[in-house]
């Protein structure tokens, strides 16, 4: 199974960039090139685990994924429950490090299989380079958005925090 990550240093505290990455609505497309609409499921109004989320994508892809494991501020992980038809499995995971008091490292991964399994070989390896460009670029405009506090506020906002 392919396994892509991505990691950066931010010049933010722990609880900063955390709260940034589980930002929703205007918040999170301050930030993220690849979300265009997303949303808890079922009536919940915060991020947790078991919580599900529906996402759609600026190419137009939609899915459904569901929280794994939710461990602020420190670890996020998601699992693909639907979504595009040619994945068999997809998994994110996001987890923060603190160097210090105001440097944190944020890594990113992704892990997937595709369908049908006779495509893995070929499928794998475009895989492996258009996820890891989005990676990249998310994690990339994630560091950015950062450093702006008051998209940082807002986001702390959106949690409670």
């Given at each position: 199974?392919p396994?892509?990550?991505?990691?950066?240093k931010?010049?933010?505290?722990?609880?900063?960039?955390?709260?940034?990455?589980?930002?929703?609505?205007?918040?999170?497309?301050?930030?993220?090139?690849?979300?265009k609409?997303?949303?808890l499921?079922n009536?919940a109004?915060?991020?947790?685990?078991g919580?599900?989320?529906?996402?759609?994508?600026?190419?137009?892809?939609t899915?459904v994924?569901e929280?794994?494991?939710?461990?602020?501020?420190?670890?996020?992980?998601?699992k693909?429950v639907?979504?595009?038809?040619?994945?068999?499995?997809?998994?994110?995971?996001?987890?923060?490090?603190?160097i210090?008091?105001n440097?944190?490292?944020?890594?990113?991964?992704?892990?997937?299989?595709?369908?049908?399994?006779?495509l893995?070989p070929?499928?794998?390896?475009?895989g492996e380079?258009?996820?890891g460009?989005?990676?990249e670029g998310?994690?990339?405009?994630?560091?950015?958005?950062?450093?702006?506090?008051?998209?940082?506020?807002?986001?702390?906002?959106q949690l409670?925090q």
């Open positions: 199974m396994r892509i990550e991505a990691s950066t931010i010049a933010v505290p722990i609880e900063d960039a955390f709260a940034l990455s589980q930002s929703m609505g205007e918040v999170r497309f301050a930030w993220d090139p690849f979300v609409e997303q949303y499921l009536g109004t915060r991020p947790d685990k919580v599900q989320t529906f996402t759609k994508s600026k190419h137009g892809l899915m994924t929280y794994t494991s939710y461990k602020p501020p420190a670890q996020v992980g998601m693909l639907k979504g595009p038809p040619f994945f068999a499995s997809f998994g994110g995971g996001w987890s923060f490090l603190s210090d008091d440097l944190t490292q944020a890594t990113w991964r992704y892990t997937f299989k595709v369908k049908p399994p006779f893995a070929v499928a794998d390896r475009l380079r258009l996820l460009r989005d990676i998310r994690l990339a405009r994630f560091a950015q958005g950062c450093l702006d506090s008051e998209l940082v506020a807002k986001a702390k906002a409670g």
